[in-house]
């Protein structure tokens, strides 16, 4: 997930890369993506893989995917995410993922697991999170009385 | 796509750990790295610090570090106080421990051992969210160290039957990363037949988690999975044909179940079609359903529901061609593409082509694809014809929708190569269209295009003059694609004779075009050319010094690309001392290619999968496994058989209660007919009384004359009392009359009205629990000894408590529910001083015999005490948790009570108060 000025708001690899090799294939990516213009299609051949990518608002979300991943499909992948982040943080904004990334990895790890979609119900993908949130403030409710 | 918007302001949800980050977002590339490595600083010496760090303040740093991280900064340390979280029970902690070790951690690290074994803890932990970190981690590694660690454990959570839906999904698909990484560390075995019932389960989400995995290993094993296309058919066909709403959460935009029905389709890709009938029935009947929806009319304007409804489409499409053997399927596939290629939506356009691609080499398409050459070349002419410049190149863009502008357009003149070649009447037209082909968009002609068209010429001889004619021409146009210079140079040096006679294209014509070209060309080009000249040599004596004088020009045999100067360097040495026979030998025309596949071809086959049988075997349900949390299956208490379930309490009377031998006397009046124990409570029953709050049985009265002793047991709202009335004296009782006071429904027997000196009658009762109650029934009993008339009262030792039926539950349902139970009125709270000395273990049997579970490992102290049940009451069932904690050094304990019902929770706290 990169912003329109090319800087990498969230990175999830689901191959092991030496981070050399890591740094230089997102800027490359970033590249491409910027550099095309609204009126192209979503997709673009990228080496052997093909990159899937798509705008929202000031965020562009990409994935690469395998030359025989369904990509339409791939692009509701990339929709389905934003519509949890955006069910999570309601109204959700480029703040919100730059300064909560942490909840934006926890969301995406109940969605996609090792590069394949584990739930595709919002209900419960957001649910996994909204409980462990739960849990957190329970928690923090429940620890902080007063000692005696 | 407006549902989503992000351009919203900024909430206020700013994590307040991040104070750091607001400076940096917006400042310039200097001033950040000076604030990072200003924090950097910060964070290292808390971490190297003296003082050991809180939990709390080791995950803030942490998160920071990996903050910085994403910055796209190097982090170089931290990963051990990530590791210690790991091992933290606090949840929060734990995650942000494993969200580092999956971010930052590679798997050659030392620390690797310790990840483990916290992972293991995890994962050994049966508290499902913690299991699902472990798995989550573990998959986002996906090292081979991980794989030997947990490779064989994995499969066993996968197909147990009490692992919670989520635990599997997560379980699925680390199982799966761990096979692809590392497949001969996965031990297959009982568990692979039990994965593929996976495809049955209830649970979507499962289901859509299993197939990737069983996807994967269809590939590796064939054989072994075979039963799966059955299975995977019939969730296919009920998906399908279920209506737009019936899979609630998992309809995406009125599409039911787009993901899994994709992952579906791919799954029966790794077979050929079906061979039982019905099956196959079945699995034709979807696609056909599937091709069906395509014509409906959207459900959506959304463009999420025309992509998802799509992406099935596309899918099955390439179902039916790698079957390729409906061809009834086939063209209507082949029809749905051509009706794509014409759509205004420009990714559509660009899968369409794609699909087109495959399509083209399958056998039974041929003349369905056909009727659609003329769309694809259609398509091409329109956006084709023409220098690519400027306004044209630009709306070229528009049309052919951009997307493909650098992939898809290239993708298009393959589809036309493949196409060409396989529809070719003559191979002239064949060359003809290639060249053109070149010609207009030579950019997009991949490598294999070009060795294809050369190929060709040189293995037909039919052809070789009239491409050598047609490059030539091509040739002439002042500014040809460098491709065209490739195949011109190779086709002349090898053909060139062939219109040498023409005097417009004569050796020397023809060399002077080539030559113009050269300067403008790439190394690869030039290199090329180079050899096509010496080929001149050889075809043409009279080019000889006009080439050699090329060859010995500076330009040429000083060029400062070695390959170059070497060719130029060995050519021009080969043409001067070489003789006309040595050189004839050398130069030779070049020998047909072995008639081997098109690599064009060739690479299209690879996209499709390999195959193997399958068989039927259909409908088989597994039941719903999961029943309700962790409830204890309770024995039916209805009709409670006194001898059977009842602890052998018959068995022996306690000792307690075993009948003195005293002489026999006659009745004596001991109290004499005093009035005050009549009404009253005998003296002493409250404290003995609160004895068996905790426990069941015991001597609930003692005086001179009589003990009774109590044994009872409690099931849900029902329980059976026996109470042991023993004569301590060796003269019998008379009139002896207990009654209980009207209370709880409790029926008991009539006792015998007489008791022997020193001999015990048994009283059971049976009772039950109407609603929650406060007062303790009383029982009285009444009797003569000798003259005088005995009247006690008791309470029975009946708390609400003993209806309380134990409720294991893991760490996170404890707190869900806590969360739930947080009106003040719902929570009952007291501290108190301990007057008892404070033994935990005392105090585990006290809350066991209370009749609350004990809950592991959910409060972080492990000091405090955590326990969950439900009263069951006739009318209503409360649900109750309590929290015990004490302070050892006040010698006080701090009791938290919370339930559903006030009275509940005020009662209980009381009585368990009093125990400790």
């Known amino acids: ?148 | 796509t407006q549902a989503i918007s992000l351009q919203a302001p900024p909430t206020q949800r700013l994590a307040s750990t991040f104070v750091l980050a607001a400076p940096i977002a917006g400042k310039s590339k200097e001033a950040e790295i000076k604030r990072i490595n200003k924090e950097l600083a910060n964070i290292r010496s808390k971490f190297k610090g003296d003082k050991a760090l809180d939990g709390y303040s080791k995950k803030k740093y942490v998160c920071k570090l990996l903050f910085i991280f994403l910055l796209g900064h190097d982090i170089d340390f931290g990963h051990m106080e990530a590791v210690n979280l790991l091992s933290s029970n606090k949840y929060t902690e734990k995650q942000i421990g494993y969200l580092f070790i999956s971010v930052l951690v590679n798997s050659n690290s030392e620390l690797i051992r310790l990840i483990n074994n916290a992972i293991k803890n995890d994962l050994a932990s049966r508290n499902p969210t913690f299991m699902c970190l472990a798995l989550h981690c573990i998959a986002n590694v996906g090292s081979r160290e991980m794989a030997e660690a947990f490779a064989s454990e994995i499969p066993r959570i996968l197909v147990a039957g009490d692992t919670m839906d989520s635990v599997k999904q997560s379980a699925a698909l680390c199982l799966l990363r761990l096979y692809k990484t590392s497949p001969d560390l996965v031990p297959m075995g009982e568990w692979t037949s039990r994965v593929v019932h996976l495809l049955n389960d209830q649970h979507m989400g499962v289901v859509t988690a299993a197939v990737s995995l069983i996807t994967c290993l269809c590939k590796k094993n064939p054989d072994d999975f075979k039963t799966c296309v059955s299975l995977a058919v019939s969730r296919l066909s009920r998906i399908v044909s279920s209506a737009s709403t019936d899979l609630q959460d998992y309809t995406y935009y009125f599409v039911p179940a787009p993901w899994l029905s994709v992952k579906l389709l791919r799954l029966l890709q790794c077979y050929p079609p079906p061979e039982d009938a019905a099956v196959k029935g079945r699995l034709v009947e979807c696609l056909e359903t599937v091709l069906n929806k395509a014509q409906e009319p959207p459900k959506s304007k959304k463009v999420q529901h025309s992509n998802a409804k799509n992406a099935i489409l596309f899918e099955a499409i390439s179902l039916i061609i790698h079957y390729d053997s409906e061809p009834n399927l086939l063209v209507r596939a082949c029809n749905q593409l051509g009706q794509f290629l014409q759509h205004r939506e420009t990714n559509l356009r660009y899968l369409a082509l794609e699909s087109m691609c495959t399509l083209a080499s399958s056998e039974f398409s041929h003349e369905a694809v056909k009727t659609h050459i003329e769309t694809v070349i259609n398509a091409l002419k329109v956006r084709g014809v023409g220098p690519l410049r400027g306004q044209e190149r630009k709306g070229l863009d528009v049309r052919a929708g951009g997307g493909a502008w650098m992939s898809g357009y290239s993708l298009e003149r393959e589809v036309v190569a493949i196409l060409a070649e396989k529809y070719a009447v003559d191979y002239s037209w064949y060359v003809d269209t290639i060249l053109n082909l070149i010609r207009i968009a030579g950019d997009y002609v991949s490598e294999e295009v070009w060795y294809r068209v050369i190929q060709i010429v040189i293995n037909r001889d039919d052809v070789q003059g009239y491409a050598a004619k047609t490059v030539f021409e091509a040739l002439q146009a002042p500014a040809c694609h460098e491709n065209m210079v490739k195949v011109g140079g190779y086709i002349l040096g090898e053909f060139g004779n062939l219109i040498a006679g023409d005097p417009r294209s004569s050796p020397l014509v023809q060399f002077n075009l080539l030559h113009s070209k050269f300067h403008l060309c790439s190394v690869a080009t030039r290199a090329l050319l180079l050899s096509t000249y010496i080929k001149f040599i050889n075809l043409f004596p009279e080019t000889k010094a006009t080439i050699q004088e090329v060859l010995r020009s500076d330009s040429q045999i000083r060029n400062a690309d070695v390959e170059l100067q070497q060719r130029a360097v060995e050519y021009l040495k080969l043409s001067s001392i070489a003789s006309t026979d040595v050189l004839a030998t050398v130069l030779e025309e070049m020998p047909p290619f072995p008639e081997r596949e098109s690599s064009i071809l060739a690479k299209l086959k690879k996209k499709k999968g390999p195959g193997a049988g399958s068989e039927l075997d259909d409908g088989k349900k597994e039941p719903g496994a999961e029943i309700n949390g962790g409830m204890e299956p309770s024995a039916s208490t209805s009709t409670p058989s006194p001898s059977a379930d009842l602890l052998g309490l018959r068995a022996a009377p306690p000792a307690s209660l075993a009948a003195p031998t005293s002489a026999g006397n006659l009745l004596v009046d001991v109290f004499s007919d005093s009035p005050a124990a009549a009404p009253g409570l005998a003296p002493g029953t409250d404290e003995n009384f609160l004895r068996f709050v905790c426990k069941n049985n015991g001597v609930l009265f003692e005086n001179q004359l009589l003990q009774i002793g109590v044994k009872s047991e409690f099931r849900q709202n029902l329980g059976r009392m026996y109470l042991f009335y023993g004569n301590k004296t060796s003269v019998q009782f008379q009139s002896f009359t207990p009654t209980r006071l009207p209370q709880l429904n409790i029926q008991t027997k009539a006792v015998d009205p007489l008791v022997e000196g020193g001999a015990q009658v048994q009283q059971v009762l049976n009772i039950e629990c109407l609603s929650d109650f406060t007062l303790a029934p009383l029982i009285n009993i009444k009797f003569r000894y000798g003259g005088t008339l005995q009247n006690i009262t008791l309470k029975l030792p009946i708390t609400l408590n003993k209806f309380f039926q134990a409720t294991e539950m893991q760490s996170q349902d404890f707190f869900q529910r806590w969360k739930q139970l947080s009106l003040p009125q719902q929570e009952s709270q007291k501290i108190f001083k301990a007057n008892h000395p404070m033994d935990p273990e005392v105090t585990k049997a006290k809350l066991l015999g209370f009749g609350s579970a004990l809950l592991d490992k959910v409060d972080p102290n492990p000091d405090n005490f955590v326990g969950a049940g439900i009263i069951q009451t006739k009318s209503l069932q409360v649900g109750c948790l309590l929290r015990l904690e004490p302070n050892a050094q006040a010698q006080m304990y701090r009791l938290t009570l919370r339930t559903s019902k006030e009275a509940v929770s005020r009662h209980l706290c009381e009585l368990l108060s009093e125990q400790f």
Request: aromatic residues 12%; hydrophobic residues 40%.
């Open chain 1, 1 to 148: 997930m990169n912003c329109r000025q090319g800087k990498l708001r969230l990175q999830k690899w689901y191959t092991t890369l030496p981070d050399k090799e890591k740094k230089k294939i997102i800027r490359e990516i970033v590249q491409i993506i910027l550099a095309r213009n609204q009126k192209m299609s979503s997709f673009v051949d990228w080496k052997d893989l093909k990159l899937v990518y798509k705008r929202y608002a000031s965020l562009y979300f990409c994935c690469a995917i395998e030359d025989r991943d369904n990509e339409l499909l791939a692009l509701e992948v990339v929709h389905r995410y934003v519509e949890l982040l955006d069910r999570y943080f309601g109204n959700v904004c480029e703040l919100d993922i730059i300064f909560n990334f942490e909840k934006a990895y926890f969301i995406l790890d109940e969605f996609i697991l090792g590069g394949e979609i584990q739930e595709t119900s919002k209900k419960s993908a957001v649910k996994a999170i909204e409980d462990s949130d739960m849990l957190q403030e329970t928690m923090e409710e429940y620890m902080n009385k007063p000692a005696f």
